[in-house]
Each structure stands twice: as structure tokens, then as C-alpha cells.
């Protein structure tokens, strides 16, 4: 069956529509951060998990975790950090968390959780992931183990990826985009909202 041209470009309109629509209707913030940084840990309790609170169901959070840290070798695979070696153990289980805690709010609430008190990792991740009901054994397994280092070098290959690299910490993105780090990192659920359609009530 054919269709008059008019009805084909009404229709066809409306599907454009409909794709701006639903394109406009989600936000998603990457966040690339090390888990000593006093600016990302700032980050995480200030802006991170109060904007994502407004708005659960229509922001995608994507957690990267290696910030300055580097490769120092690859055989066995070794980093130096920022901050040191205990940085380098709180990286690889935030790495690991990120991986084996499916449920987004979930993985949000124990990284803001860890990352308030990064003097022992492991003891941090026990005592938070224990108060959220979440299995903390499999996430320190992991981390002690090849594969914890092997998804921190998969972390540090995305965030080579940013253009420009990382120039402070945190370094925020919003849908992909890098710009007003700024504004990002200092009022972030503002600037969600300017890309949300249409914007949440609770935007000001």
C-alpha cells in the first residue's frame, strides 16, 4: 500500500520528533576521578549523587575510575597513582564494582559510600557494601586478583579517549560532551537540566 507524499512527510516528521524526543529525555554523565582526590571526593557527595536523586530514571551515570594514574608496566601490570598505592587498591575495587554491581543506583550509593573514607579500601568497601546489601566479597576478590588490574587498564584507555585529556579532577562529561568543566563539577544538576526535555519539575 502507498502512501500519499503528504501523509509520508507528516509521518515522517513525527518520527523525528519522536527520536528528538526521546534523545532529549535522558543525560549522561561520565565521570572520570581518583578516589583520594579531596575535588572528587567533593564531587561525588556535593553534586554526583544529589543531582542523579532528582532525576534516577532519566540520568545514565558511567563511573571511570584512574584520573592521573599511570601504567608503570605491563607484566605484570603495575601503576603508580596519584596518591599513592592505596589509591591504586581503592581504583581497582571501585573498578571492579563498577563491573559486578549491575543495578546503577546501587553502584552509585557504594561509590559515594567508599569514597568518604579511602584510609583502608577494602575495610571501607566491607563496611559500606555490608549497609547497602551488597556482596562485598566477590568486588575485594577482584580487585586483589589480575582482573582488578586488568579493568583499571581498561579505565585508563578510556580515559585517554577525552578530548582534551584530564586536565583537573574530576572531569565531567554530559552527553558525551566536555565543555563548562566548571559549571559541571560546581552545579551539576543546572546543567543536566539544560539538556533534559522536558526538564524535571524539581529543575530551577
Known sequence: ????????????????????????????????????????????INQLLPAYRNAPDRITVILVPFGNTVVNSTNPLTFI????QTECEGLKIHSCAIVLV???TSQLKLADCTIRNQTDPEATLTECATKLGIEWNPIADCAKAERGSQLLKLNGDK???LDPGVEV???ITLNGRQQEQT????????????VLQPKPSTCP
Not at 515522517?12 to 583520594?36: K, M, P, R, S
Open 1 to 44: 500500500m502507498f502512501l500519499p507524499r503528504g501523509v509520508l512527510s507528516a509521518f515522517g516528521l513525527a518520527i523525528l520528533f519522536h527520536t528528538q524526543v526521546f534523545a532529549d529525555n535522558t543525560a549522561t554523565v561520565g565521570v572520570y576521578y581518583e578516589t583520594l582526590s579531596p575535588g572528587c571526593r567533593e564531587f561525588f
Open 81 to 84: 597513582c596519584d596518591h599513592g
Open 102 to 104: 549491575q543495578d546503577q
Open 159 to 161: 580515559t585517554k579517549e
Open 169 to 171: 579532577l574530576p572531569t
Open 183 to 194: 559549571q559541571l563539577r560546581t552545579n551539576l544538576w543546572k546543567e543536566i537540566c539544560k
